[in-house]
């Protein structure tokens, strides 16, 4: 889901890495608000996912603002940005499936009804 891409093992490394990752989460959230997706466009579990997704890119932002403080970066940091990318992944991957198959779903009632409302005429 995140593009391919090479950072430095380096402080700079890790925090345009977090930069990048928060980036794409806002840029993911506006996509759906410019759709014009609906509170209503997700089930239950993918509601839950967005919520999730929100608070991964916080935690990846404070996570930045806590290491640009640090004189250095460990391989642990690493690994704790990539186990929320992991967490953003399932986040993105959920709600792409709720919102689909909420959309059907609303697609087959909006279609029933109107079949209803022709066949009253």
Known sequence: M???REYPSTKEGLLQLIKDDSEMVEYFIKGLDMGGTQEGDFSEDGFDAL???AESEVLLRKFGELLEKEEGVTENDFKSVEGL???IVDCYKKDMFRIERSQDERGREEAEVCGDDEGSK
Request: glycine share 12%; aromatic share 12%.
């Open 2 to 4: 995140f593009p391919e």
């Open 51 to 53: 919520k999730s997704l």
């Open 85 to 87: 990318e992991g967490i």
